[in-house]
C-alpha cells in the first residue's frame, strides 16, 4: 500500500469517528481522493477498501452509481465547469450556451480541453433558476450567464 | 391580502446575516433557551403538532405527527437526518435559507433535536450547494463555541453533534431513504417502505427525516408561538376529508419567463398569477404566460387558465397537479413550444431514475424517446395515448414502484397530453421541427 498519500490517508481516517460504521466513510473518502487526484483511480478504491474494512467492490459500486466520480480513464480538468440544462435555464438559453462552451473547447459534454483545464458538463438543475441561465465553477454558481460571459469565464479559467 | 412581513427571509440581505453575533442580536437562540428552560420535549413536539407545520420537502407530511412515529423510551441513538439535497428542477429556497441565514436553521435543528432526544443530526447537503457547505461549516462551528453543540447544551444536560454530508450530483438522494442508502455509503437506492424511517432509518436506527425550510420554521413556531404560526395560510377544505390544511409562512421561488425571477416569502395559498404578476415582475417581454409548473417539475404543469388556482398544499390537485411540492413555479410564456417543455422535463427524469424498479428505469426512458420524437418533427399521434398509459402506470401511486420519483415523472406527462393535446396533435400532424437546440451527445 502507498499509493494514497499519507496526508489524504490521514484526512480520511479523521472522517471515522463521525459515523457509526466505516462504510458511511465512503462518500467523504471518495471526495477527498478526487479533489485531489482529479478521479478515484482502481487502485486508490482498494486502498479506501482496506482502510474501511470493505471489499474494493462495494467501493466501486458506490462510486459509480454516482456520474459525479470519475475513473482514472476520464480524470477531471483543473475546474469542472457543470452548465445547467434543466427547464428554468433551458427557457433562457442554456443549451445554446452549453453548445458554444463544448464549441469554444472542441469537447462534447463530459470532455476536458486539450489544455487539461476545463472539463465541461451538463448539469441537471443546480438550483440557481433566478440567475438563469446558470453554471457551477466546481461549486460556485455563477448566473445569468450570456455568450460573452461564458466566453470570458472560459478565458478567465483557461489562464 | 395586506403587504406581508417576511420572517424567514427577514435577515437576508442584513450585513453579516450569517454570523452567530448578528443572529444572537437580532433575537437568535432565544426559541431554543426558551425551549429548554421551560419546554420538555414532549411539549416541543406538542407545539409543531399543534402548529399544523407540514413538511417543506414535497410531500407535506405533518412534522409533529412524523415525530410521534419514533419508538417510545428507545434506549438510541436516534438519528436526525436533514435533507439539504433540494435538486427539484426549479427550486433554490434551501439554498437562499443557507447561505444567508444559516443560524435560523441551526436553531431548528436543535430544537429537533431536543423534542425527538436525537444525539446526531447529520445535514446532508447536495455537493452543488458548496457556499452552502462552506456557510454552515462556520456556523455549525460557531455554535459549537458557544455550547450551543456539543455536550450539556446550554447547562441543560442535552447534547447534540451535527455532521455535515455532501452528496454527488444525484437527484434520487433527496428522496428520504436514498438519502439514507447514500449517508450510510452505498448506492441510492430507495428503500422500500415501510419499515418507514422513523422506525428503521439511518444505520438501521430510528431516524427523522426533515427539510431544511421545515425546520427553520420550527425555529419561529417555538419562538413566536402556535398561533402566530397558525394565524397564516389555509385552513382545512371541508371537501377534502384528508386535507389537514395549510398554515404558515412559505418560501416560494419564481424562475423562467418572468421580469423578475427570485424567492418570496408569503403566506401558504398565495396564487399562480399573484406570483408572477405581482411579485415577479409579470410574463417578460410583455407576453402571456402558456403555462407554469406549479412547485418543481415533478408536480405537473398548470395552463395560463389555471393560473388562479392557490398554491397551498390542497390547491394544485383541484386542477389535477400532483400537490405544493416544493413551492417553485417556472413560467413558460406563449411562444414556448409544448414539446420542448415535455422534453426537457422527460429527460430529467430519464437521467435522474435511480434504476432500480423496471417500470421507471424503461418508462422514463421511453417517455423522453418519445417527447424528443415529437418535438423534432417525427411524432405519431399513438405516442400520445402511449405517453398518458406509462405516465399513468409508473409510480407509487400505481403501485409498480418503489419510491415517488416516478409519480413525479408520470405526472408531467399527463399533465401536458391532457391540458395540451391540441397543440401536441397540431405539432404532430405538421411535422413541426422544433426550432430550439437539441445536444444530441448531451444525453
Ligand atoms: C424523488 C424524490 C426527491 C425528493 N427530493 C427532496 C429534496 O431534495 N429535499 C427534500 O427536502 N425532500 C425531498 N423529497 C421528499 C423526501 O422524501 C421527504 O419527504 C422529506 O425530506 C421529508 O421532510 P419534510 O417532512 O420536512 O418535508 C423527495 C422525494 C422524492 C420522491
Ligand atoms: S421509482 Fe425510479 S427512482 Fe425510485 S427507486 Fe424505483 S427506479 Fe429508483
Ligand atoms: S434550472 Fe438551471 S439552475 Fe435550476
Request: hydrophobic share 35%; net charge neutral.
Amino acid at each position: 500500500m502507498g499509493f494514497l498519500s499519507e496526508d489524504l490517508k490521514q484526512k480520511i481516517l479523521a472522517c471515522l469517528p463521525r459515523f457509526p460504521n466505516k462504510q458511511a466513510v465512503t462518500l467523504p473518502a471518495l471526495h477527498l481522493v478526487q479533489d485531489e487526484l482529479r478521479c478515484v483511480p482502481l487502485e486508490a478504491m482498494r486502498e479506501i477498501a482496506a482502510m474501511l474494512d470493505l471489499s474494493p467492490a462495494e467501493v466501486h459500486d458506490t462510486m459509480s452509481f454516482y456520474g459525479f466520480f470519475r475513473d482514472e480513464q476520464h480524470p477531471l480538468g483543473k475546474t469542472r465547469l457543470w452548465m445547467c440544462r434543466s427547464l428554468a435555464c433551458s427557457l433562457l438559453g442554456a443549451e445554446e450556451l452549453l453548445d458554444h462552451a463544448c464549441k469554444k473547447l472542441n469537447v462534447k459534454p463530459g470532455g476536458t480541453s486539450a489544455d487539461g483545464k476545463i472539463t465541461v458538463e451538463f448539469a441537471e438543475c443546480i438550483g440557481g433558476c433566478e440567475g438563469a441561465p446558470c453554471a457551477l465553477i466546481n461549486d460556485e454558481h455563477r448566473m445569468n450567464l450570456t455568450t460573452e460571459k461564458v466566453e470570458a469565464l472560459l478565458a478567465e479559467l483557461r489562464q | 391580502m395586506p403587504e406581508y412581513e417576511p420572517v424567514l427571509l427577514r435577515r437576508v440581505g442584513r450585513p453579516n446575516s450569517q454570523s452567530i453575533d448578528t443572529y444572537r442580536a437580532d433575537g437568535g437562540y432565544r426559541a431554543l433557551e426558551k425551549a429548554v428552560a421551560q419546554l420538555t420535549p414532549e411539549q416541543v413536539v406538542d407545539q409543531v403538532k399543534a402548529s399544523g407545520l407540514r413538511g417543506r420537502g414535497g410531500a407535506g407530511f405533518p412534522t409533529g405527527l412524523k415525530w410521534t412515529f419514533l419508538p417510545k423510551n428507545h434506549p438510541g441513538p436516534i438519528y436526525l437526518a436533514v435533507n439539504g439535497d433540494e435538486s427539484e428542477p426549479c427550486t433554490f429556497n434551501n439554498r437562499v435559507l443557507l447561505e444567508e441565514d444559516p443560524h435560523q436553521f441551526l436553531e431548528g435543528v436543535i430544537l429537533a433535536a431536543y423534542a425527538t432526544r436525537a444525539w446526531v443530526a447529520y445535514i446532508y447537503l447536495r455537493y452543488e450547494y458548496g457556499r452552502c457547505y462552506r456557510t454552515l461549516e462556520k456556523a455549525v462551528a460557531e455554535a459549537y463555541a458557544q455550547g450551543l453543540l456539543g455536550r450539556d447544551i446550554l447547562g441543560k444536560g442535552f447534547h447534540l453533534d451535527v455532521h455535515l454530508a455532501r452528496g454527488a450530483g444525484a437527484y434520487i438522494c433527496g428522496e428520504e431513504t436514498g438519502l439514507l442508502e447514500s449517508l450510510e455509503g452505498k448506492r441510492a437506492w430507495p428503500r422500500v417502505k415501510p419499515p418507514f424511517p422513523a422506525v428503521e432509518g439511518a444505520f438501521r436506527k430510528p431516524t427523522v427525516v426533515n427539510n431544511i425550510e421545515t425546520l427553520a420554521c420550527v425555529t419561529h413556531i417555538i419562538d413566536r408561538g402556535v398561533d402566530w404560526f397558525k394565524s397564516m395560510g389555509v385552513p382545512p377544505d371541508p371537501k377534502n376529508p384528508r386535507d389537514p390544511g395549510s398554515y404558515g409562512p412559505k418560501l416560494y421561488n419564481i424562475s423562467g419567463h418572468v421580469n423578475k425571477p427570485g424567492t418570496v416569502e408569503l403566506p401558504l395559498g398565495v396564487t399562480v398569477r399573484e406570483l408572477i404578476d405581482k411579485y415577479g415582475g409579470g410574463v417578460w417581454k410583455g407576453r402571456k404566460a402558456k403555462g407554469a409548473i406549479p412547485g418543481g417539475i415533478s408536480m405537473g404543469i398548470m395552463t395560463e387558465a389555471e393560473f388562479d388556482t392557490p398554491l397551498d398544499f390542497n390547491g394544485p390537485g383541484k386542477v389535477g397537479c400532483l400537490g405544493l411540492g416544493t413551492g417553485a413555479v417556472t413560467v413558460f410564456d406563449e411562444q414556448t413550444s409544448i414539446a420542448d417543455v415535455l422534453y426537457n422535463i422527460t429527460r430529467f427524469f430519464s437521467h435522474e431514475s435511480c434504476g432500480q424498479c423496471t417500470p421507471c428505469r424503461e418508462g422514463t426512458g421511453w417517455m423522453m424517446k418519445m417527447a424528443d420524437r415529437i418535438r423534432r418533427g417525427d411524432g405519431r399521434l399513438e405516442d400520445l395515448k402511449i405517453l398518458e398509459e406509462i405516465g399513468n402506470a409508473i409510480g407509487i401511486m400505481p403501485g409498480t414502484t418503489i419510491c415517488g420519483l416516478a409519480d413525479g415523472a408520470g405526472w408531467p406527462v399527463k399533465n401536458a397530453i391532457k391540458k395540451f393535446r391540441p397543440e401536441f396533435e397540431s405539432l404532430i400532424r405538421a411535422g413541426t421541427k422544433s426550432t430550439s437546440l437539441q445536444l444530441v451527445s448531451a444525453h
